[in-house]
């Protein structure tokens, strides 16, 4: 199932942002996002949590950026209405995001905003030299426990890590966190426990509480809440029988494939730019259209294509294979033009010169066809999920609502 990817794997935010071009009254209602009125003071708020990955779209379309949150806003508030934060692994996942973003509160406070470079490096140095990983069962740690999860399979900072509780902290953390883990356990836990410490730290000053913490917090349980949702609803799908035929029969075209063999003439632009490999000559595009109809010319008059393949064609890959470029299907990928030239033919039959940006091909079809539902049925189970669950995605964009009432507040920022 192909969703939106909104988990936030590196946490570096805006520090600050200035979305307007011109100075706004903070109190000043500048949009009515999803029917509540929103101020500058609320909106400068939010942007300061915002990744910092968002910052050309806070600059050249703070609109858009605005919409988007309208519907992050709306796909929260169903997660919440449903207390998917409590089940796993969002709650877990929750929690990994929420230890991120205060181990950065901690790093960024203890720098002073850069300024204090050599002095962060020695304290982050001290934490490094602090911390105490001992290790009770590294078998059971080593076979990312499983087994017995009730043992404690490692001592982080004198706290006890039972195999449960090791899979509840892998549960939230993301992929490539997992595979950091799988790839040296001993590593994972002291970098775990040097995160785990500088948190305590966040704690301790309530840096939670903060500008700009407090909303980066915001924002990283937002986009995980959002993304709870819409994997609840697509993990809720079930297509039927009914529905699996009716979706068959309305997109028959996506089953149909055909099997092409193809011959290639390239040309340049202006061919004295290219040395011509031994025995061939660079074509211009009126020299190799020439050639193409003429070869085409001589197919219809009874030449074998896949002679002239292997005389002619220069995509060295399919006239390895007799020209053979395989099976194209409707729903591939393909530039519309080839597509027709390609399903107008019948078996046996070649079509007229397709032009590309740099050649010609003829393409020859061997044969074509539709397959059963019972030969797609893995396909058209994914695919009919796919498309009720953009069916449901685009109704929950469309009822979430802005309406922009200071212009001035979302002029894009001057280009630096």
Not at 57 to 72: D, I, S
Not at 146 to 151: F, I, V
Not at 308 to 336: F, I, N, Q
Not at 375 to 383: A, G, P, S, T, Y
Request: proline share 5%.
């Amino acid at each position: 199932m192909l969703l939106p990817v909104v988990f936030l794997i590196a946490f570096s935010f805006l520090s600050s942002v200035a979305l307007a071009a011109q100075k706004v009254p903070p109190d000043t209602v500048v949009a009515v996002v999803n029917g509540r009125k929103m101020t500058a003071a609320e909106l400068d708020k939010i942007l300061s949590g915002a990744p910092r990955q968002l910052g050309d779209t806070l600059r050249h379309n703070p609109k858009m950026f605005v919409e988007n949150y309208a519907l992050v806003s709306m796909l929260r508030e169903m997660a919440e209405k449903e207390d998917l934060a409590s089940r796993s692994p969002y709650r877990e996942q929750l929690e990994w995001a929420r230890m991120q973003v205060m181990m950065q509160a901690a790093i960024a406070e203890r720098g002073q905003g850069g300024q204090d470079k050599a002095g962060l490096e020695k304290w982050l140095e001290e934490n490094r030299k602090a911390i105490s990983v001992k290790l009770e069962n590294e078998q059971l740690l080593s076979a990312a426990t499983t087994g017995d999860e009730t043992q404690v399979v490692t001592v982080v900072d004198g706290d006890q890590l039972t195999g449960a509780g090791l899979k509840r902290l892998l549960a939230g953390a993301p992929p490539n966190v997992r595979a950091n883990f799988r790839n040296s356990p001993q590593k994972f836990l002291e970098q775990y426990a040097l995160m785990a410490r500088l948190v305590k730290d966040a704690e301790s000053q309530k840096l939670g509480q903060k500008s700009p913490y407090r909303e980066q917090l915001e924002w990283v349980e937002s986009e995980l809440l959002m993304q709870a949702k819409l994997n609840s609803y697509s993990d809720s799908i079930n297509i039927g029988p009914k529905e699996e035929k009716e979706y068959y029969e309305s997109h028959r075209d996506h089953y149909t494939e055909a099997k092409v063999k193809v011959l290639y003439i390239s040309f340049a632009e202006d061919p004295s730019q290219f040395n011509a490999p031994e025995g061939r000559k660079i074509l211009n595009e009126k020299q190799a259209r020439d050639k193409i109809e003429g070869l085409r010319k001589q197919i219809q008059e009874g030449a074998d294509f896949v002679k002239l393949v292997k005389e002619h064609s220069e995509d060295a890959t399919s006239a390895a294979k007799d020209g053979d470029l395989g099976v194209v299907r409707r729903s591939d990928k393909l530039p519309e033009h080839i597509q027709k030239a390609i399903f107008a033919l019948k078996p046996g039959e070649i079509s007229e010169p397709v032009k590309q940006p740099n050649g010609f091909y003829l393409f020859k079809l061997d044969q074509i066809g539709t397959k059963t539902v019972e030969e797609v049925r893995q396909d058209l189970l994914r695919d009919a999920k796919n498309a009720k669950f953009q069916e449901w995605f685009d109704s929950i964009r469309k009822s979430a609502t802005v309406t922009f009432e200071h212009e001035a507040y979302f002029a894009p920022a001057p280009a630096k």
